[in-house]
């Protein structure tokens, strides 16, 4: 990550200040050969695990991907995929929130009126930030790397045996900083100031339609983009910072959208849940645009969960 803020021209204090105030160390990278859209087909694969799906939705925080500029994109992926007759939307212009956005419009797509039983939805999640150093720089908060994750949603009456439950979402949509990374100085002052605020009202309106508390939130998935972010919501809120799970911060950093779902993969395959844990998965950008998802960890009934987040990644910058 080092090298990536020196080769966009940011002093050694500043480049102290990524690593010692935001604990960014490493950000993934793809390696010469390999592209986002394999990923994204090799993630999709593994969480389909050979089973289908009626819908994929891909969640993006730039607006214009390299790869998708090509013809014939959505036609690709999806015969890659297995899913040659899926229908296949893009969901993006919500920046990071994108990916839980997904997950969140595929909850409802089960909710609909009409809804069969069985029906799936796969969402993909991914962006391929290192075609520009530029690009990868949000100024002042974190180094955006490259990486995919992709999970299953299914509907209640699926007689498989999903690993997470979802609860509820709750989300914040903030106009006044509409401008993103053209604010002036005092629009992304008040934003920062703003953003804990914001978070905790997205939180609490997934906790309240639960009919739960924050309380009674077991972890949090949080957003990788920070380190000095989340001390600050941990103190004005009094969540313990042990219920945030940033183990993935140093060595992943920030990585658009996915980074709720990876961190919730890596503290599932670490052994840290348990079931009947809830789990918070969070995400905010600017726009400014925040999403909180609450699950929970379903009973251990099967050796092979269908509802997994798959993450691909390549070199370390």
């Given at each position: 990550?080092?090298?990536?803020?020196?080769?966009?021209?940011?002093?050694?204090?500043?480049?102290?200040?990524?690593?010692?105030?935001?604990?960014?160390?490493?950000?993934?990278?793809?390696?010469?050969?390999?592209?986002?859209?394999?990923?994204?087909?090799?993630?999709?694969?593994?969480?389909?695990?050979?089973?289908?799906?009626?819908?994929?939705?891909?969640?993006?925080?730039?607006?214009?991907?390299?790869?998708?500029?090509?013809?014939?994109?959505?036609?690709?992926?999806?015969?890659?995929?297995g899913?040659?007759?899926?229908?296949?939307?893009?969901?993006?212009?919500?920046?990071?929130?994108?990916?839980?956005?997904?997950?969140?419009?595929?909850?409802?797509?089960?909710?609909?009126?009409?809804?069969?039983?069985?029906?799936?939805?796969?969402?993909?999640?991914?962006?391929?930030?290192?075609?520009?150093?530029?690009?990868?720089?949000?100024?002042?908060?974190?180094?955006?790397g490259?990486?995919?994750?992709?999970?299953?949603?299914?509907?209640a009456?699926?007689?498989?045996?999903?690993?997470?439950?979802?609860?509820?979402?709750?989300?914040?949509?903030?106009?006044?900083?509409?401008?993103n990374?053209?604010?002036?100085?005092?629009?992304?002052?008040?934003?920062?100031?703003?953003?804990?605020?914001?978070?905790?009202?997205?939180?609490?309106?997934?906790?309240?339609?639960?009919?739960?508390?924050?309380?009674?939130v077991?972890?949090?998935?949080?957003?990788?983009?920070?380190?000095?972010?989340?001390?600050?919501?941990?103190?004005?809120?009094?969540v313990?910072?042990?219920?945030?799970c940033?183990?993935?911060?140093?060595?992943?950093?920030?990585?658009?959208?996915?980074?709720?779902?990876?961190?919730?993969q890596?503290?599932?395959?670490?052994?840290?849940?348990?079931?009947?844990?809830?789990?918070?998965?969070?995400?905010?950008?600017?726009?400014?645009?925040?999403?909180?998802?609450?699950?929970?960890?379903?009973?251990?009934?099967?050796?092979?969960?269908?509802?997994?987040?798959?993450?691909?990644?390549?070199?370390?910058?």
């Amino acid at each position: 990550m080092d090298r990536i803020l020196e080769r966009t021209g940011a002093s050694a204090m500043q480049r102290r200040m990524f690593a010692r105030f935001h604990g960014l160390r490493d950000s993934p990278t793809l390696i010469p050969g390999e592209s986002l859209e394999g990923l994204l087909v090799e993630a999709g694969c593994a969480a389909l695990a050979g089973l289908g799906a009626d819908v994929v939705l891909y969640g993006h925080s730039q607006s214009v991907q390299d790869f998708a500029c090509r013809p014939g994109f959505t036609r690709r992926l999806s015969r890659a995929l297995g899913l040659p007759d899926a229908q296949f939307y893009g969901i993006s212009y919500v920046n990071c929130v994108s990916v839980l956005r997904a997950v969140e419009v595929a909850s409802r797509y089960h909710a609909r009126p009409g809804a069969r039983p069985g029906e799936r939805v796969l969402v993909l999640g991914g962006d391929h930030s290192s075609v520009s150093d530029m690009a990868r720089i949000v100024p002042g908060v974190t180094v955006v790397g490259d990486a995919v994750a992709a999970v299953v949603v299914h509907s209640a009456d699926d007689h498989g045996f999903p690993r997470y439950r979802f609860l509820s979402g709750g989300s914040v949509r903030d106009g006044r900083f509409h401008r993103n990374l053209r604010m002036t100085t005092e629009e992304s002052n008040l934003f920062s100031r703003s953003c804990v605020g914001h978070l905790t009202t997205a939180l609490r309106e997934a906790t309240n339609t639960a009919g739960l508390t924050l309380t009674d939130v077991d972890w949090i998935m949080p957003d990788l983009s920070s380190n000095l972010f989340w001390r600050n919501f941990c103190r004005e809120t009094g969540v313990p910072r042990e219920r945030v799970c940033l183990d993935l911060l140093p060595e992943r950093g920030h990585n658009s959208g996915v980074d709720a779902l990876l961190a919730l993969q890596h503290a599932d395959a670490t052994g840290l849940l348990r079931p009947g844990d809830r789990c918070a998965l969070v995400a905010l950008g600017p726009g400014a645009y925040f999403e909180a998802l609450l699950v929970e960890v379903a009973p251990e009934t099967s050796s092979a969960p269908p509802v997994e987040p798959i993450s691909r990644g390549g070199a370390l910058e």
